[in-house]
């Protein structure tokens, strides 16, 4: 593994089900991120890690939920996916939190049916 | 609340031009910038990163700057070439103790025409 990875690459999902979407890094980053993409409206960060063990709300946090039990995996949970919830969904992480710069995932591509 | 903003939204230059991307952010307070880019279907790639105490920062041909007070930043592309075409955005990070964190805009789309 180099950097960060993410899985699935792409998803479609019946609205209701539960899905995690998992994120994975090897750069032994403290700070670990999750953003939400939608056209028109940016890049919005959804929950992050200050370290392991430790999370926080970012802009939208309904409807997701993260855990952070070791430094390298940081899933986002969707516990009953909605339509709305439909989006492209990135992982970061960097050396600490908001100091340095960020490393991106390449991406979870999401569809809520 | 802090508001980033790229204008325009797209662009498109022909090959071998130079150009420049703006930023602005309404709160001046910042702790860094962060340019970066992004390929179709891709995650972003960090491009540059300038903290509040600098002006400026260069890697090969791109060369961004930060005016603070303003709330400009801008990133210069000198000599452009095809490969050079995707999405650029920049992002703040508020200073530490205030409640945004990091705040993208939307990005402007760049096409270097052959």
């Known amino acids: 593994i180099a950097g960060i990875t993410q899985a699935p690459t792409s998803q479609i999902l019946a609205a209701g089900r539960r899905m995690t979407l998992r994120c994975t890094q090897d750069m032994r980053h403290n700070a670990m991120y999750w953003y939400r993409q939608d056209l028109g409206l940016g890049l919005r960060l959804i929950h992050y890690s200050n370290t392991a063990g430790t999370t926080g709300k970012g802009e939208v946090p309904d409807g997701y939920s993260v855990s952070r039990a070791n430094t390298d995996d940081f899933p986002l949970t969707l516990a009953s996916a909605v339509p709305s919830q439909t989006s492209v969904y990135f992982c970061?992480?960097?050396?600490?939190?908001?100091?340095?710069?960020?490393?991106f995932g390449p991406g979870t591509r999401l569809t809520v049916l | 609340k802090q508001e980033v903003t790229q204008i325009p939204a797209a662009l498109s230059v022909p090959e071998g031009e130079n150009l420049v991307l703006n930023c602005s952010f309404t709160d001046s307070a910042i702790y860094n910038l962060q340019w970066f880019r992004q390929d179709p279907g891709k995650g972003l790639t960090s491009l540059l990163l300038i903290q509040s105490s600098q002006r400026e920062q260069t890697s090969g041909r791109l060369n961004a700057s930060l005016d603070k007070s303003s709330g400009r930043s801008t990133l210069y592309i000198a000599a452009s070439q095809p490969g050079d075409s995707a999405t650029y955005l920049c992002?703040?990070?508020?200073?530490?103790?205030?409640?945004?964190?990091?705040?993208f805009g939307k990005g402007t789309r760049l096409h270097i025409l052959p």
């Open positions: 992002a703040v990070r508020q200073e530490r103790n205030r409640d945004d964190k990091i705040i």
């Open positions: 970061a992480s960097s050396d600490y939190l908001w100091n340095n710069e960020q490393f």
